[in-house]
């Protein structure tokens, strides 16, 4: 049997909204009914949505959940319920509601976010952790949600859930919570399209493009190709280094083989630097990027890493961007692409499993 416990106070829909009551209700019934996990890609998202139904206590009873409950400090998994409980304002279960032996289930969402601009230097992704808590607010019947985030790895999961911080999708109080809440809102339409899952028409989707991924094929490697070289890659190279890739994305290479003169990267326009540099070694870089004078403004004793956001600000007069292959070491391999065409290297970086450094 499962149950879902009263709200002490207002009940938390907007119809407006896709992080609502009747979307994020329709997907719990979907994960009840059909499938309780589900892992996939989206468009512009790092790496897999994973989204998962757990049930307390039964999602709880192992050994290694038992024995993290107990290092926590508790008897049991409805203690661990009802101090998350205390922290979104539901009514704790009592004594003899325990005895019931209910299970109360609840959404677990996981996925990655860009980090915010300050964070660039130290991390390439932020993950994002939302759990959906449903409950009764003025009503016999489950009506309601409440929502709880992290942005921290769920390695102790009891820890994990004790550490949750209850929030206000709408009120985000820092940078990482500003963007996670917002891709929070286009995963969550993602979720639906990939399940089926109806949306009101009272809701304001995030998007009007389909979010869900595409299958790789090798005119993504080409296009890839394409894009990082500005159209400069001739055809033929391009279709042979193109079919070389995806060939080997279909073995499953991950790291791909390459020596250090980075081989597929020939016939793209590139620079291998390590990641110590000066002003003027970085303005001789850009110049041999895009074949012209290139000078930036910058502050005195800057450096490295430091001179990225003042390199951006004079390239975007040009609308063009420095990005950087990921070398797997402490060198970069810079290369200048469109402006507006990042957003696409991004998600076929995604695709090809060739990692892209956006600087």
């Known amino acids: 049997m499962s ?5 002490l106070f207002n009940r938390n829909n907007d119809p407006k909204s896709i992080v609502s009551f009747d979307v994020l209700y329709e997907v719990y019934s979907h994960l009840y009914h059909e499938s309780s996990r589900l892992n996939f890609k989206m468009k512009g998202i790092h790496d897999t949505v994973s989204v998962a139904l757990y049930s307390i206590p039964d999602s709880f009873d192992h050994d290694e959940g ?3 409950i107990k290092k926590a400090g508790f008897n049991n998994a409805y203690e661990i319920l009802n101090e998350v409980y205390k922290k979104v304002n539901i009514g704790p279960l009592s004594d003899e509601e325990i ?14 976010s860009k980090p ?3 964070m660039k230097k130290r ?3 932020v993950l994002n952790n939302f759990i959906v808590f449903f409950c009764c607010t003025n009503s016999a019947e489950t009506n309601d949600f409440k929502l709880l985030y992290n942005n921290s790895y769920f390695y102790d999961y009891t820890r994990g859930l004790l550490e949750l911080k209850a929030v206000d999708i709408k009120e985000p109080t820092n940078e990482i919570q500003k963007i996670g809440f917002k891709d929070f809102e286009i995963v969550l339409h993602g979720i639906c399209e ?3 899952a109806e949306i009101p028409a009272t809701v304001v989707k995030p998007s009007t493009e389909s979010l869900i991924a595409e ?18 890659m001739e055809e033929e190279l391009l279709e042979s280094q193109a079919q070389i890739l995806f060939e080997a994305f279909e073995e499953g290479i991950e790291d791909y083989d390459y020596d250090d003169e980075f081989d597929f990267f020939e016939g793209v326009n590139c620079w291998n630097s390590d990641w110590k540099f000066d002003a003027e070694e970085a303005e001789a870089i850009v110049s041999d990027l895009i074949d012209q004078d290139f000078k930036f403004d910058y502050p005195e004793e800057t450096y490295s890493h430091d001179l990225f956001p003042y390199i951006q600000k004079e390239l975007a007069k040009q609308e063009l961007e420095l990005m950087s292959y990921d070398t797997k070491g402490d060198s970069y391999l810079f290369f200048v692409a469109n402006k507006n065409e990042v957003d696409r290297i991004l998600e076929l970086s995604e695709l ?7 600087l």
Do not use: C, M, W
Request: charged fraction near 25%.
């Open 215 to 232: 299958s790789t094929s090798v005119e993504h490697f080409q296009e890839f190709l394409k894009l990082i070289s500005r159209g400069e």
């Open 116 to 118: 915010a601009p300050e």
């Open 99 to 112: 005895k019931e032996g209910l299970n109360y289930y609840y959404i677990h969402i996981e996925f990655f």
């Open 66 to 68: 038992k024995a993290e």
């Open 123 to 125: 991390l390439k992704h």
């Open 194 to 196: 990939y399940l089926g």
């Open 3 to 7: 149950s879902f416990f009263s709200n």
């Open 352 to 358: 090809t499993k060739i990692e892209i450094d956006q």
